[in-house]
């Protein structure tokens, strides 16, 4: 089995999420007159594109170094320095899936504000004079 065949699920899935939580976003965006969901992929893009960076610099050196190998019978065999393009997908999963989970825009409820609690007149005493 190669390392494609077992990053497209996951791959699928990390995109149905992120398009499923876009079209929440959007439709919330037609109620409300806000733009969050352009915001949400415009951020989302903009992570992704920073993380696969990191990404190709990090796993070149330590694959230069010798730190990790792969297979060459797994591999498509398309590189980006000596990275190959499978190595990319666990970022780009990541990226994606993230934001869909856990967006601050996701629609949750908030927490009701904290109240204080009520005050009551203080009782008399019978026979206690004041």
Do not use: C
Not at 1 to 24: C, E, K, Q
Not at 108 to 117: E, H, L, N
Request: net charge positive; no cysteine; charged share 15%.
């Amino acid at each position: 089995m190669t390392y494609t065949l077992i990053s497209l699920p996951f791959l699928a899935i990390a995109l149905g999420l992120t398009v499923y939580r876009w079209r929440t976003l959007a439709a919330a965006d037609r109620r409300q007159g806000t733009r969050i969901a352009r915001r949400y992929l415009q951020v989302v893009s903009v992570v992704s594109v920073i993380v696969l960076v990191l990404t190709a610099i990090f796993d070149n050196i330590m694959i230069i170094a010798g730190l990790v190998d792969y297979g060459t019978t797994q591999r498509l065999g398309i590189h980006i320095g000596a990275v190959p393009i499978e190595d990319f997908f666990y970022s780009l999963f990541v990226t994606l899936v993230v934001p869909a989970l856990f967006h601050p825009g996701a629609s949750r409820s908030a927490p009701p504000a904290p109240t204080a609690p009520p005050t009551t007149p203080p009782t008399q005493r019978k026979g206690h004079r004041s």
